[in-house]
């Protein structure tokens, strides 16, 4: 069982770095939009809407994505005031607890919630309301499951990991 467990988690580990490096070159795509659209507004008093959505359809991509990529490494932000000074077995028990009460069903609350919003979306195929603007915001929409999906996954092969040190 120890074996599977370990397989598991190895193998989840493995796609989320592998969609997490991909997902991290969006950040110099998303770089290079926001400078065409600094230059377009600045010099040529240019705005144009879908360029300023492409901006907030990449970042929410990028942080969607992210997420998951950022607990594989144990970059996310924490508020630690004590975590700091507990022994390492504490902040075991700590991340544990907290994955366990708190972010999975955080994932899966979010997860159900975010397919019916993105299945709404998609049955009429809405587009966005500004005039210029992107036409299908039914695939961002999207990304809400399969990025809480991904954040579900690596927090559970967070846990089975914890589960394995524990025994040994």
Known sequence: MRAFL?????????????????????????????????????????????????????????????????????KHVRVDMFYERYPQRWKGRVNAFGTLLLLVPWCIIIMIKGFDYTANSWSFREGSPQPNGLPARYLIKAFIPIGFGLLLLQAISEIIRSLIRKKG
């Open 6 to 74: 370990s397989k598991l988690s190895f193998g989840i580990d493995v796609r989320v770095n592998m969609l997490g490096s991909l997902a991290s070159w969006l950040t110099t795509v998303l770089m290079l939009v926001m400078c065409v659209d600094v230059l377009l507004r600045y010099a040529f008093d240019l705005t144009q809407t879908w360029v300023i959505e492409l901006e907030w359809h990449l970042f929410a991509i990028l942080f969607l994505v992210g997420a998951s990529y950022t607990l594989l490494y144990d």
